[in-house]
């Protein structure tokens, strides 16, 4: 009985025990000579790691990427909702948003996907992992009188 899954897999044969298969699936009989043999010492299985605490500089970063992931979720769904409007987190940029990318917050409104956003931004034009925050004015300016065209 053979059993092969793939190459570089042990078979197991009725008389002749483990083998190991090359990348053509051909049979090496000697490659388990071939290999250098395990140290001893090296691994033990019984083990146990020791974790050490993260610095307190560490942690605070965690926090901090935590607080803006949470505020952004927020902002994100605030802009979905239509609450706040996407046009005015570019023009008066909140803290929240300065790291974001253009084409996250622009995606994050009811009927934007990726093609819409693409196109709007080709216009301009800009990258769509242009922060929010590295826009000049002049680009702010764009992109919020595209979104919010004026009604009249």
């Known amino acids: ?31 388990h000579q071939a290999r250098a043999p395990r140290a001893t ?5 019984n083990t146990t790691a020791t974790v050490r605490s993260a610095s307190p ?14 505020a952004r979720a927020d902002l994100k769904r605030l802009v979905a909702f239509g609450e706040v409007d996407a046009a005015e987190v570019i023009l008066y940029c909140p803290w929240e948003a300065s790291s974001m990318a253009v084409a996250e917050l622009l995606m994050s ?5 990726a093609g ?6 080709a216009m301009l034009p800009m990258s769509e992992s242009k922060s929010i925050g590295s826009m000049t004015e002049r680009q702010r300016r764009l992109l919020a009188s595209l979104l919010d065209p004026p009604t009249g």
């Open 109 to 113: 409104q009811r009927r934007w996907g």
């Open 41 to 45: 010492g090296g691994c033990n299985m």
């Open 57 to 70: 500089q560490c942690m605070r970063a965690l926090g901090r990427a935590n607080k803006v992931r949470m």
């Open 1 to 31: 009985m053979t059993v092969r899954s793939s190459p570089w897999t042990h078979v197991e044969t009725m008389d002749e025990g483990p083998q190991q298969l090359d990348l053509n699936g051909k049979c090496d009989r000697n490659a």
């Open 116 to 121: 819409r956003c693409r196109k709007t931004l």
